[in-house]
């Protein structure tokens, strides 16, 4: 198991900001591909954005432009930044990071986006 700790979900009005953290415990031999999914009522959970263990990013296209994602390899943390905030980004957002092949899961954040 690789426990993912998650903070930074709230309640915030359109066009604001927030900014997700997920750290994951643990020593690893190589740096961790992370990333955020998320799930909206009623939908499918969707990819956010990744960033690998080289640093490569890659972003659902509703989100370029407006969220960024980044990650302190010493602490085994990836940033989730999200600006302009939009109603459709409402959500429970979830961490995951890579280890050996395997998913591992943070417990879920909410983010509401308020009009």
């Known amino acids: 198991q690789v426990p993912l700790v998650e903070s930074g979900g709230g309640l915030v009005q359109a066009g604001g900001s927030l900014r997700l953290s997920c750290a994951a415990s643990g020593s690893f031999l190589s740096i961790l591909p992370m990333g955020w999914y998320r799930q909206a009522p009623g939908k499918q959970r969707e990819l956010v954005a990744g960033?690998?263990?080289?640093?490569?990013?890659d972003f659902e296209d509703s989100v370029k432009g407006r969220f960024t994602i980044s990650r302190d390899n010493a602490k085994n943390t990836v940033y989730l930044q999200m600006n302009s905030l939009k109603l459709e980004d409402t959500a429970v957002y979830y961490c995951?990071?890579?280890?050996?092949?395997?998913?591992?899961w943070g417990q879920g954040t909410q983010v509401t986006v308020s009009s």
């Open positions: 960033i690998t263990g080289s640093g490569s990013t």
């Open positions: 995951y990071a890579i280890v050996a092949g395997l998913y591992y």
